[in-house]
């Protein structure tokens, strides 16, 4: 079945370091491709998102691109911030009849000034 | 902006209980779903709904569980017998790709 893998954390970083957070996924068909991001205590915010091969979503600074010949959607952010600390889940929806997502195992990035 | 509410905040209950998680979806939303984050692990896709059925659900949603629209507006998930395993945090969501989640229900069985 439809899986999303992405590296497992924590990610601990000083502030205005380059961010990268690596997911994978496996679908059958062309999944759309979705980061959302969980702030402590708090829930699930789309971050952004992607719908076809090739497409670069963006938001807050942060990007990340639907590489089809790899079956990744990284993401990155240039610089990072305290307030960026939070746990970034990948996330495929596999366009059945319900749109369901399905999440990776999420990866906590830890900022540091 | 629109959002999707869900109370209680949290729930404490003793195991055997009956517990019922509320949410409102978005208004013009028409499928729904419930997700469950068990503390420190990854979200899992409990079950959508669409035109007042079920339209899918996976494996965790056995017969312990229902879902409902009793009114229209809200949208609720039941327990029907809690067990130590169902505490997680349980969120609702609406829409679809992307789908608009609530804040969570944080469930803990004593």
């Given at each position: 079945?439809?899986?999303?893998?992405?590296?497992?954390?924590?990610?601990?970083?000083?502030?205005?370091?380059?961010?990268?957070?690596?997911?994978?996924?496996?679908?059958?068909?062309?999944?759309?491709?979705?980061?959302?991001?969980?702030?402590?205590?708090?829930?699930?915010?789309?971050?952004?998102?992607?719908?076809?091969?090739?497409?670069?979503?963006?938001?807050?600074?942060?990007?990340?691109?639907?590489?089809?010949?790899?079956?990744?959607?990284?993401l990155e952010k240039g610089s990072v911030q305290v307030s960026d600390s939070a746990v970034y889940f990948c996330a495929l929806s596999s366009r059945d009849n319900t749109d369901k997502l399905i999440f990776g195992t999420g990866t906590r990035l830890q900022v540091f000034p | 902006e629109p959002e999707v509410t869900q109370t209680p905040s949290h729930q404490v209950t003793q195991m055997g209980q009956e517990v019922i998680l509320r949410c409102v979806p978005i208004s013009n939303h028409l499928y729904f779903y419930w997700y469950r984050q068990i503390l420190g692990q990854k979200v899992e896709f409990l079950v959508s709904f669409y035109n007042n059925e079920i339209s899918e659900k996976s494996e965790i949603f056995d017969d312990q569980f229902s879902v409902e629209r009793p009114d229209g507006s809200n949208f609720t998930l039941k327990i029907r017998s809690t067990k130590l395993e169902d505490s997680a945090m349980y969120f609702c969501a609406s829409g679809g790709t992307p789908e608009v989640f609530g804040p969570g229900t944080r469930l803990t069985v004593l």
């Amino acid at each position: 079945g439809d899986s999303v893998t992405q590296m497992e954390g924590p990610v601990t970083l000083s502030e205005e370091a380059f961010l990268t957070i690596n997911c994978t996924y496996t679908a059958t068909g062309y999944p759309s491709l979705f980061w959302y991001v969980q702030y402590p205590g708090e829930g699930l915010q789309l971050l952004l998102k992607a719908t076809k091969a090739d497409d670069k979503g963006s938001n807050k600074g942060f990007e990340a691109t639907y590489r089809k010949e790899t079956t990744s959607f990284h993401l990155e952010k240039g610089s990072v911030q305290v307030s960026d600390s939070a746990v970034y889940f990948c996330a495929l929806s596999s366009r059945d009849n319900t749109d369901k997502l399905i999440f990776g195992t999420g990866t906590r990035l830890q900022v540091f000034p | 902006e629109p959002e999707v509410t869900q109370t209680p905040s949290h729930q404490v209950t003793q195991m055997g209980q009956e517990v019922i998680l509320r949410c409102v979806p978005i208004s013009n939303h028409l499928y729904f779903y419930w997700y469950r984050q068990i503390l420190g692990q990854k979200v899992e896709f409990l079950v959508s709904f669409y035109n007042n059925e079920i339209s899918e659900k996976s494996e965790i949603f056995d017969d312990q569980f229902s879902v409902e629209r009793p009114d229209g507006s809200n949208f609720t998930l039941k327990i029907r017998s809690t067990k130590l395993e169902d505490s997680a945090m349980y969120f609702c969501a609406s829409g679809g790709t992307p789908e608009v989640f609530g804040p969570g229900t944080r469930l803990t069985v004593l």
